[in-house]
């Protein structure tokens, strides 16, 4: 069996998808669902049971009785924004560190979502060298709550067993209800279909003009890819990035969406709010060195082709992955 933590979550459910595509329906689905959609992204997809991620914990506090394969740990709370610090490293952090102990202690394959929010301002480059961890310095606690299990795994030695994934700017289906942690793409889409233009935040940093700000954008069905190598090559282990490996600009995105609605580009520029000046990131850029040296090998799809299936084949008629 395998364990997907966040199995109803944006890029827990993709995996659950891709491993259906597979032929693979002995998953254990981990999550809550709370008052949201996120219940929908499950519908179309073939798993063997579902339970709450607080009862999964006493589960594992008093041994599980499954013969497992794998945890893929993509349970968390995802936002950046997020202030309440006690409840982000319980979430983020603790629970974590008891998953990976307990898959070390049962030699059970473990992989985790850490984040490229780790990175902080990007200044000190975008390497995923276990090396390096220690002097990153992220810009908001939702970062700092990955970084410290990141950093307790290269302290135990556990980066010579499991596998960490740095995301960068993952979109797709399944992201809708993520409220305002959705990606642009899903925003900016509400914007065109409702008033035929985008607003992007203009630029304070004099080296970068409006709109021309830089992420490095991965369409989930690649990030998804990216992370089932690691499950279907066990001696693969470390901590990797998840990204397209090359940055694209806020206009590039917009671009690419206003070409698959089929409207003119129309764009707004907006001041950047005050909350967010020393928070925001300029540049992001996924060094992919390392998940092509560990072996893996398939392209990555294009910002452009990546905006073009989610807006036609998901976005225009709301489509779930696997429906």
């Not at 700017?169 to 914007?191: C, I, L, T, W």
Request: aromatic letters at 14%; charged letters at 25%; proline letters at 2%.
């Amino acid at each position: 069996m395998i364990v997907v933590t966040g199995g109803a979550g944006f890029i827990g459910s993709a995996i659950v998808w891709r491993l259906n595509s597979m032929g693979i329906k002995d998953i254990l689905v981990v999550d809550t669902l709370g008052t949201d959609e996120k219940w929908k992204n499950l519908v179309g997809l073939q798993f063997d049971d579902f339970i709450h991620k607080d009862k999964f914990l006493q589960m594992v506090d008093n041994g599980l009785h499954y013969e497992l394969e794998a945890i893929i740990h993509m349970g968390a709370n995802s936002s950046t924004t997020e202030k309440n610090a006690d409840y982000l490293l319980t979430n983020n952090y603790q629970y974590t560190k008891t998953l990976a102990e307990y898959c070390l202690w049962n030699e059970v394959r473990f992989i985790y979502a850490s984040s490229a929010a780790t990175y902080g301002d990007g200044s000190l480059g975008f390497d995923d060298d276990e090396s390096k961890c220690e002097k990153l310095r992220p810009l908001n606690m939702y970062g700092y709550s990955k970084q410290l299990f990141d950093l307790w795994a290269i302290r135990h030695d556990a980066f010579m067993e499991i596998a960490g994934i740095k995301y960068f700017n993952v979109y797709g289906p399944n992201e809708y209800h993520k409220g305002d942690m959705r990606s642009v793409v899903h925003k900016a889409f509400g914007q065109v279909r409702d008033t035929g233009k985008v607003k992007l935040f203009k630029s304070r940093n004099p080296d970068y003009k409006d709109g021309e700000q830089m992420r490095d954008f991965v369409y989930v069905k690649d990030a998804v890819d990216m992370t089932l190598y690691f499950l279907e090559h066990k001696d693969k282990s470390g901590l990797f990035n998840v990204g397209a490996g090359k940055a694209r600009t806020w206009n590039d995105l917009v671009a690419a969406l206003f070409k698959a609605m089929d409207k003119p580009v129309n764009i707004e520029y907006i001041d950047l709010p005050d909350y967010l000046a020393d928070k925001y990131q300029y540049f992001t850029e996924a060094n992919l060195t390392k998940i092509k040296s560990a072996g893996y090998k398939k392209a990555i799809t294009s910002l452009e082709d990546g905006v073009t299936d989610y807006v036609k084949n998901y976005l225009l008629g709301k489509q779930y992955l696997g429906m």
